[in-house]
Protein backbone atom coordinates (compact mmCIF):
# COMPACT_ATOMS: atom_id res chain seq x y z
CA UNK A 1 0.00 0.00 0.00
CA UNK A 2 1.26 3.45 -1.36
CA UNK A 3 1.84 7.10 0.69
CA UNK A 4 -0.43 8.16 -0.92
CA UNK A 5 -3.53 5.18 -0.41
CA UNK A 6 -2.06 6.04 3.26
CA UNK A 7 -3.06 9.50 3.32
CA UNK A 8 -6.24 8.85 1.33
CA UNK A 9 -7.88 6.21 3.61
CA UNK A 10 -6.38 8.23 7.10
CA UNK A 11 -8.24 11.50 5.69
CA UNK A 12 -11.19 9.59 5.14
CA UNK A 13 -11.17 8.39 8.54
CA UNK A 14 -10.74 11.48 10.16
CA UNK A 15 -13.59 13.00 8.11
CA UNK A 16 -15.75 9.39 9.39
CA UNK A 17 -14.85 10.82 12.73
CA UNK A 18 -15.80 14.18 12.23
CA UNK A 19 -19.45 12.86 10.85
CA UNK A 20 -19.76 10.57 14.00
CA UNK A 21 -19.37 13.79 16.32
CA UNK A 22 -22.07 16.17 14.32
CA UNK A 23 -24.25 13.53 13.59
CA UNK A 24 -24.08 12.98 17.78
CA UNK A 25 -25.31 16.57 17.94
CA UNK A 26 -28.13 15.79 15.68
CA UNK A 27 -29.22 12.77 17.23
CA UNK A 28 -29.45 14.35 20.66
CA UNK A 29 -31.57 17.13 19.58
CA UNK A 30 -33.74 14.61 17.52
CA UNK A 31 -34.36 12.57 20.46
CA UNK A 32 -35.18 15.16 23.01
CA UNK A 33 -35.87 18.88 21.15
CA UNK A 34 -39.30 17.21 20.60
CA UNK A 35 -39.20 16.56 24.53
CA UNK A 36 -38.17 20.16 25.83
CA UNK A 37 -40.26 22.09 22.98
CA UNK A 38 -43.06 20.47 24.71
CA UNK A 39 -41.83 21.48 28.05
CA UNK A 40 -41.04 25.28 27.00
CA UNK A 41 -43.30 25.96 24.04
CA UNK A 42 -46.60 27.96 24.38
CA UNK A 43 -48.51 25.22 23.11
CA UNK A 44 -48.36 20.84 22.20
CA UNK A 45 -48.52 21.64 18.51
CA UNK A 46 -45.66 23.62 18.84
CA UNK A 47 -42.56 20.90 20.51
CA UNK A 48 -41.47 19.80 17.22
CA UNK A 49 -40.74 23.86 16.00
CA UNK A 50 -37.08 23.68 17.55
CA UNK A 51 -35.96 20.48 15.32
CA UNK A 52 -37.72 22.27 12.23
CA UNK A 53 -35.22 25.31 13.60
CA UNK A 54 -32.33 23.09 13.27
CA UNK A 55 -33.34 21.59 9.81
CA UNK A 56 -34.09 25.25 8.42
CA UNK A 57 -30.93 26.71 9.86
CA UNK A 58 -29.40 23.61 7.41
CA UNK A 59 -31.69 24.55 4.83
CA UNK A 60 -30.63 28.22 4.98
CA UNK A 61 -26.43 27.76 5.64
CA UNK A 62 -26.46 24.62 2.76
CA UNK A 63 -25.57 26.35 -0.31
CA UNK A 64 -23.50 29.06 1.62
CA UNK A 65 -21.51 26.45 2.90
CA UNK A 66 -20.95 24.96 -0.56
CA UNK A 67 -19.77 28.33 -1.70
CA UNK A 68 -17.55 29.28 0.94
CA UNK A 69 -15.75 26.02 0.81
CA UNK A 70 -15.09 26.58 -2.81
CA UNK A 71 -13.25 29.97 -1.77
CA UNK A 72 -11.26 28.80 1.38
CA UNK A 73 -11.58 25.57 0.96
CA UNK A 74 -13.05 22.06 2.89
CA UNK A 75 -10.92 22.22 6.41
CA UNK A 76 -11.11 25.95 6.53
CA UNK A 77 -14.87 25.60 5.83
CA UNK A 78 -15.82 23.20 8.69
CA UNK A 79 -13.97 25.09 11.23
CA UNK A 80 -16.19 27.82 10.68
CA UNK A 81 -19.38 25.61 10.94
CA UNK A 82 -18.31 24.20 14.17
CA UNK A 83 -17.60 27.85 15.69
CA UNK A 84 -21.19 28.60 15.46
CA UNK A 85 -22.36 25.10 16.62
CA UNK A 86 -20.46 25.58 19.58
CA UNK A 87 -22.42 29.10 20.00
CA UNK A 88 -25.61 27.36 19.04
CA UNK A 89 -24.80 24.86 22.09
CA UNK A 90 -24.42 27.84 24.17
CA UNK A 91 -27.70 29.53 23.23
CA UNK A 92 -29.99 26.15 23.52
CA UNK A 93 -28.54 25.68 26.90
CA UNK A 94 -29.27 28.77 27.95
CA UNK A 95 -32.68 28.45 26.87
CA UNK A 96 -33.19 25.80 28.95
CA UNK A 97 -32.13 27.28 32.22
CA UNK A 98 -34.27 30.12 31.22
CA UNK A 99 -37.54 28.38 31.39
CA UNK A 100 -40.82 29.24 30.05
CA UNK A 101 -41.59 32.56 31.59
CA UNK A 102 -38.26 34.02 30.38
CA UNK A 103 -38.63 33.31 26.94
CA UNK A 104 -36.81 29.99 27.08
CA UNK A 105 -38.44 28.56 24.05
CA UNK A 106 -37.56 31.34 21.81
CA UNK A 107 -33.79 31.09 23.03
CA UNK A 108 -33.96 27.52 22.39
CA UNK A 109 -35.47 27.59 18.91
CA UNK A 110 -32.64 29.95 17.68
CA UNK A 111 -29.90 28.22 19.15
CA UNK A 112 -31.36 24.89 17.35
CA UNK A 113 -31.21 27.14 14.11
CA UNK A 114 -27.75 27.72 14.77
CA UNK A 115 -26.90 23.98 15.25
CA UNK A 116 -28.70 23.28 12.15
CA UNK A 117 -25.68 25.71 10.44
CA UNK A 118 -23.16 23.38 11.82
CA UNK A 119 -25.11 20.50 10.05
CA UNK A 120 -24.95 22.35 6.71
CA UNK A 121 -21.40 22.47 6.77
CA UNK A 122 -21.20 19.02 8.36
CA UNK A 123 -23.32 17.37 5.41
CA UNK A 124 -20.47 18.30 3.08
CA UNK A 125 -18.36 15.63 5.02
CA UNK A 126 -19.29 12.96 2.48
CA UNK A 127 -18.15 15.17 -0.56
CA UNK A 128 -14.87 15.93 1.22
CA UNK A 129 -14.62 12.12 1.23
CA UNK A 130 -14.95 12.02 -2.57
CA UNK A 131 -12.89 14.55 -2.78
CA UNK A 132 -9.66 12.84 -1.40
CA UNK A 133 -10.84 9.46 -3.04
CA UNK A 134 -9.63 7.95 -6.56
CA UNK A 135 -12.69 7.21 -8.72
CA UNK A 136 -12.88 3.54 -7.81
CA UNK A 137 -12.88 3.88 -3.68
CA UNK A 138 -15.66 7.18 -3.56
CA UNK A 139 -18.55 5.37 -3.10
CA UNK A 140 -16.91 3.40 -0.28
CA UNK A 141 -15.33 6.34 1.42
CA UNK A 142 -18.55 8.12 0.94
CA UNK A 143 -20.31 4.77 2.69
CA UNK A 144 -16.85 5.16 5.34
CA UNK A 145 -17.68 8.70 6.34
CA UNK A 146 -21.70 8.21 6.80
CA UNK A 147 -21.14 4.76 8.55
CA UNK A 148 -19.72 7.30 11.53
CA UNK A 149 -22.84 8.07 12.47
CA UNK A 150 -22.74 4.85 13.89
CA UNK A 151 -20.78 6.03 16.51
CA UNK A 152 -23.76 8.66 16.68
CA UNK A 153 -26.48 6.47 16.94
CA UNK A 154 -24.59 5.40 20.61
CA UNK A 155 -23.54 8.94 21.76
CA UNK A 156 -26.08 11.17 21.18
CA UNK A 157 -28.95 9.24 23.10
CA UNK A 158 -26.36 8.20 25.66
CA UNK A 159 -25.46 11.70 26.42
CA UNK A 160 -29.37 12.08 26.73
CA UNK A 161 -29.75 8.98 28.89
CA UNK A 162 -26.89 10.16 31.55
CA UNK A 163 -26.93 13.90 31.79
CA UNK A 164 -30.53 14.78 31.20
CA UNK A 165 -30.56 15.14 34.87
CA UNK A 166 -27.46 16.40 35.54
CA UNK A 167 -28.36 19.57 36.56
CA UNK A 168 -31.37 18.77 38.94
CA UNK A 169 -33.49 21.61 39.00
CA UNK A 170 -32.98 22.09 34.59
CA UNK A 171 -33.74 18.71 32.80
CA UNK A 172 -31.93 18.51 29.54
CA UNK A 173 -29.64 21.42 30.52
CA UNK A 174 -26.48 19.34 31.12
CA UNK A 175 -27.50 17.49 28.08
CA UNK A 176 -27.09 20.23 25.57
CA UNK A 177 -23.65 21.56 27.49
CA UNK A 178 -22.20 18.61 26.18
CA UNK A 179 -22.35 19.69 22.28
CA UNK A 180 -19.92 21.95 22.95
CA UNK A 181 -17.58 19.40 23.79
CA UNK A 182 -18.45 17.18 20.64
CA UNK A 183 -17.65 20.37 18.67
CA UNK A 184 -14.52 21.13 20.17
CA UNK A 185 -13.15 17.41 19.50
CA UNK A 186 -14.46 17.80 15.62
CA UNK A 187 -11.90 21.08 15.78
CA UNK A 188 -8.87 18.82 16.97
CA UNK A 189 -9.63 16.03 14.52
CA UNK A 190 -9.87 18.77 11.35
CA UNK A 191 -6.02 19.76 12.77
CA UNK A 192 -4.93 16.25 11.20
CA UNK A 193 -6.79 16.30 8.35
CA UNK A 194 -5.25 17.35 4.98
CA UNK A 195 -7.97 18.32 2.71
CA UNK A 196 -7.17 19.32 -0.80
CA UNK A 197 -7.36 23.25 -1.44
CA UNK A 198 -9.76 24.12 -4.76
CA UNK A 199 -7.80 23.31 -7.75
CA UNK A 200 -7.83 26.11 -10.03
CA UNK A 201 -10.14 24.69 -12.54
CA UNK A 202 -12.82 24.20 -9.71
CA UNK A 203 -12.87 27.80 -8.71
CA UNK A 204 -12.62 29.41 -11.91
CA UNK A 205 -13.01 26.61 -15.07
CA UNK A 206 -16.29 26.68 -17.15
CA UNK A 207 -19.16 25.86 -16.04
CA UNK A 208 -22.68 24.94 -17.54
CA UNK A 209 -25.82 26.79 -16.67
CA UNK A 210 -27.42 25.26 -13.30
CA UNK A 211 -30.60 25.23 -15.48
CA UNK A 212 -28.44 22.42 -17.79
CA UNK A 213 -27.45 20.29 -14.88
CA UNK A 214 -30.37 19.89 -13.23
CA UNK A 215 -32.16 18.87 -16.41
CA UNK A 216 -29.54 16.23 -16.67
CA UNK A 217 -31.43 12.48 -15.82
CA UNK A 218 -28.67 11.79 -13.46
CA UNK A 219 -29.17 14.79 -11.10
CA UNK A 220 -33.00 14.41 -11.37
CA UNK A 221 -33.00 11.09 -10.05
CA UNK A 222 -30.36 11.81 -7.76
CA UNK A 223 -31.74 14.37 -5.99
CA UNK A 224 -35.54 12.85 -5.62
CA UNK A 225 -33.89 9.84 -4.26
CA UNK A 226 -31.98 11.32 -1.32
CA UNK A 227 -34.88 13.87 -0.98
CA UNK A 228 -37.74 11.10 -0.58
CA UNK A 229 -34.98 9.26 1.90
CA UNK A 230 -34.36 12.46 4.25
CA UNK A 231 -37.91 13.33 3.29
CA UNK A 232 -39.54 10.31 4.75
CA UNK A 233 -37.71 9.28 7.16
CA UNK A 234 -37.96 12.91 9.09
CA UNK A 235 -41.48 12.97 9.21
CA UNK A 236 -41.53 9.99 10.68
CA UNK A 237 -38.70 9.78 13.04
CA UNK A 238 -39.46 13.32 14.15
CA UNK A 239 -42.54 12.46 15.65
CA UNK A 240 -42.26 8.69 16.91
CA UNK A 241 -41.02 9.75 20.77
CA UNK A 242 -44.23 11.87 20.95
CA UNK A 243 -46.52 9.35 19.88
CA UNK A 244 -44.28 6.57 21.63
CA UNK A 245 -44.71 9.18 25.11
CA UNK A 246 -48.32 9.26 23.95
CA UNK A 247 -48.37 4.93 23.80
CA UNK A 248 -46.82 5.36 27.55
CA UNK A 249 -43.35 4.55 26.87
CA UNK A 250 -40.69 6.38 28.80
CA UNK A 251 -37.53 8.02 27.71
CA UNK A 252 -35.17 5.13 27.30
CA UNK A 253 -37.79 3.49 25.44
CA UNK A 254 -37.45 6.53 22.69
CA UNK A 255 -33.70 6.92 23.47
CA UNK A 256 -33.61 2.46 22.06
CA UNK A 257 -35.68 2.82 19.19
CA UNK A 258 -33.67 6.41 17.91
CA UNK A 259 -30.15 4.04 18.69
CA UNK A 260 -31.46 1.93 16.91
CA UNK A 261 -32.80 3.85 13.97
CA UNK A 262 -29.18 5.79 13.53
CA UNK A 263 -27.21 2.45 13.35
CA UNK A 264 -29.68 1.10 10.98
CA UNK A 265 -28.99 4.23 8.99
CA UNK A 266 -25.37 3.69 9.11
CA UNK A 267 -24.10 0.74 10.15
CA UNK A 268 -25.41 -0.67 6.21
CA UNK A 269 -22.19 2.18 5.23
CA UNK A 270 -19.62 -0.65 6.11
CA UNK A 271 -21.08 -2.34 2.74
CA UNK A 272 -23.23 -0.18 0.87
CA UNK A 273 -20.31 0.84 -1.49
CA UNK A 274 -19.65 -2.32 -2.38
CA UNK A 275 -23.26 -3.30 -3.06
CA UNK A 276 -23.59 -0.21 -5.40
CA UNK A 277 -20.04 -1.53 -7.04
CA UNK A 278 -21.69 -4.80 -7.44
CA UNK A 279 -25.06 -4.46 -8.37
CA UNK A 280 -25.54 -0.85 -9.71
CA UNK A 281 -26.43 2.25 -7.93
CA UNK A 282 -30.06 2.15 -9.46
CA UNK A 283 -31.14 -0.45 -7.91
CA UNK A 284 -29.98 -0.33 -4.43
CA UNK A 285 -32.04 3.16 -4.46
CA UNK A 286 -34.92 0.37 -5.50
CA UNK A 287 -34.32 -1.43 -3.11
CA UNK A 288 -34.51 1.44 -0.66
CA UNK A 289 -37.95 2.90 -1.90
CA UNK A 290 -38.88 -0.71 -1.22
CA UNK A 291 -37.79 -1.22 2.54
CA UNK A 292 -39.53 2.67 2.73
CA UNK A 293 -42.75 1.12 2.15
CA UNK A 294 -42.29 -1.75 4.82
CA UNK A 295 -41.64 0.43 7.69
CA UNK A 296 -44.98 2.55 6.86
CA UNK A 297 -46.17 -1.01 6.81
CA UNK A 298 -45.39 -2.01 10.07
CA UNK A 299 -46.01 1.72 11.64
CA UNK A 300 -49.83 1.16 10.47
CA UNK A 301 -50.02 -2.22 11.93
CA UNK A 302 -49.57 -1.74 15.69
CA UNK A 303 -47.96 0.02 18.45
CA UNK A 304 -45.89 -2.41 20.60
CA UNK A 305 -42.26 -1.67 21.09
CA UNK A 306 -41.72 -4.20 18.72
CA UNK A 307 -43.37 -2.85 15.97
CA UNK A 308 -42.00 1.22 16.82
CA UNK A 309 -38.10 -0.59 17.19
CA UNK A 310 -38.52 -2.75 13.91
CA UNK A 311 -40.03 0.31 11.66
CA UNK A 312 -37.70 2.15 12.63
CA UNK A 313 -34.71 -0.16 12.01
CA UNK A 314 -36.13 -0.62 8.49
CA UNK A 315 -36.65 3.09 7.78
CA UNK A 316 -33.10 3.77 8.86
CA UNK A 317 -31.77 1.12 6.06
CA UNK A 318 -34.06 2.27 3.42
CA UNK A 319 -32.66 5.71 4.06
CA UNK A 320 -29.46 4.42 3.87
CA UNK A 321 -29.68 2.71 0.52
CA UNK A 322 -31.72 5.79 -0.97
CA UNK A 323 -29.38 8.27 0.27
CA UNK A 324 -25.93 6.73 -0.22
CA UNK A 325 -27.06 6.14 -3.75
CA UNK A 326 -28.00 9.58 -4.37
CA UNK A 327 -24.84 10.69 -3.25
CA UNK A 328 -22.88 8.67 -5.60
CA UNK A 329 -25.36 8.72 -8.58
CA UNK A 330 -24.84 12.99 -8.32
CA UNK A 331 -21.36 12.61 -9.00
CA UNK A 332 -22.07 12.03 -12.82
CA UNK A 333 -23.82 15.19 -12.85
CA UNK A 334 -20.76 17.37 -12.68
CA UNK A 335 -17.63 19.05 -13.95
CA UNK A 336 -15.10 19.89 -11.20
CA UNK A 337 -16.00 23.64 -11.33
CA UNK A 338 -19.43 22.86 -10.96
CA UNK A 339 -19.01 21.00 -8.18
CA UNK A 340 -19.96 23.95 -5.55
CA UNK A 341 -23.06 25.35 -6.75
CA UNK A 342 -24.22 20.60 -7.77
CA UNK A 343 -23.59 19.95 -4.50
CA UNK A 344 -25.30 22.70 -2.60
CA UNK A 345 -28.26 23.16 -5.04
CA UNK A 346 -28.43 19.34 -4.08
CA UNK A 347 -28.49 19.63 -0.70
CA UNK A 348 -30.77 22.76 -0.72
CA UNK A 349 -33.63 20.93 -2.17
CA UNK A 350 -33.02 18.36 0.25
CA UNK A 351 -33.11 20.49 3.28
CA UNK A 352 -35.80 22.42 2.45
CA UNK A 353 -37.63 19.33 2.11
CA UNK A 354 -36.46 18.33 5.39
CA UNK A 355 -37.62 21.62 7.37
CA UNK A 356 -40.51 21.42 6.10
CA UNK A 357 -41.42 17.86 6.92
CA UNK A 358 -40.08 18.81 10.36
CA UNK A 359 -42.35 21.47 10.95
CA UNK A 360 -45.98 19.58 9.40
CA UNK A 361 -44.55 16.45 11.09
CA UNK A 362 -45.58 17.86 14.61
CA UNK A 363 -48.62 19.70 13.32
CA UNK A 364 -49.72 16.41 11.41
CA UNK A 365 -49.21 14.41 14.93
CA UNK A 366 -51.10 16.86 16.06
CA UNK A 367 -54.28 17.17 14.38
CA UNK A 368 -54.56 14.21 12.63
CA UNK A 369 -52.49 11.27 14.03
CA UNK A 370 -49.27 8.85 13.63
CA UNK A 371 -51.80 7.12 10.95
CA UNK A 372 -51.71 10.44 8.88
CA UNK A 373 -48.21 10.85 8.88
CA UNK A 374 -47.08 7.42 7.82
CA UNK A 375 -49.94 7.69 5.03
CA UNK A 376 -48.16 10.68 3.80
CA UNK A 377 -45.14 9.69 2.64
CA UNK A 378 -46.76 6.59 0.68
CA UNK A 379 -47.13 9.04 -2.70
CA UNK A 380 -43.64 10.30 -2.30
CA UNK A 381 -42.29 6.53 -2.13
CA UNK A 382 -43.82 5.63 -5.32
CA UNK A 383 -42.46 8.54 -6.82
CA UNK A 384 -38.95 7.97 -6.01
CA UNK A 385 -39.47 4.06 -6.61
CA UNK A 386 -41.04 4.94 -10.33
CA UNK A 387 -38.00 8.10 -10.92
CA UNK A 388 -35.13 5.16 -10.27
CA UNK A 389 -36.49 2.29 -11.96
CA UNK A 390 -36.77 4.75 -15.45
CA UNK A 391 -33.24 5.88 -14.92
CA UNK A 392 -32.32 1.87 -14.64
CA UNK A 393 -34.03 1.00 -17.36
CA UNK A 394 -32.87 4.01 -19.84
CA UNK A 395 -28.89 3.21 -18.61
CA UNK A 396 -29.57 -0.28 -19.74
CA UNK A 397 -31.24 0.64 -22.91
CA UNK A 398 -27.99 3.31 -23.57
CA UNK A 399 -25.64 0.25 -22.93
CA UNK A 400 -27.00 -2.14 -25.19
CA UNK A 401 -26.44 0.38 -27.62
CA UNK A 402 -23.28 1.15 -27.32
CA UNK A 403 -22.69 -2.46 -27.29
CA UNK A 404 -24.33 -3.05 -30.85
Avoid at 95 to 120: E, H, K, M, Q, W
Avoid at 249 to 257: C, H
Avoid at 347 to 375: K, R, Y
Wanted: with cysteine.
Amino acid sequence: MNQSTNRMRSNVLILACCQALTMSGSSLIILTASLVGAILAPHPQWATLPVACMFTGTLIATFPASMLMKRIGRRAGFYVGLMIGVIGAIIVTTGITTGVIDGGFFYFCIGSLLIGVVNAFGQYYRFAAADVATPEYRSRAISWVLAGGIVAAFIGPGIAIWTWDMVATVPYAGSYSMLVGLYAISMLFLFFARLPMPTIEERSGATRPLSQIIRQPEFFVAVIGATVAYGSMNLIMVSTPVEMKGCGYLLPDSASVIMWHILAMFAPSFVTGHLIRHFGVTRIMVTGTLLLAVCVTINLNGSSLIHFTSALIILGLGWNFLFVGGTTLLADAYRPAEKAKTQGFNDLIIFSTVAMTAVTSGLLHHHFGWETINLAVIPAIVFAFAATLWLDRRRRRLMQHRTV
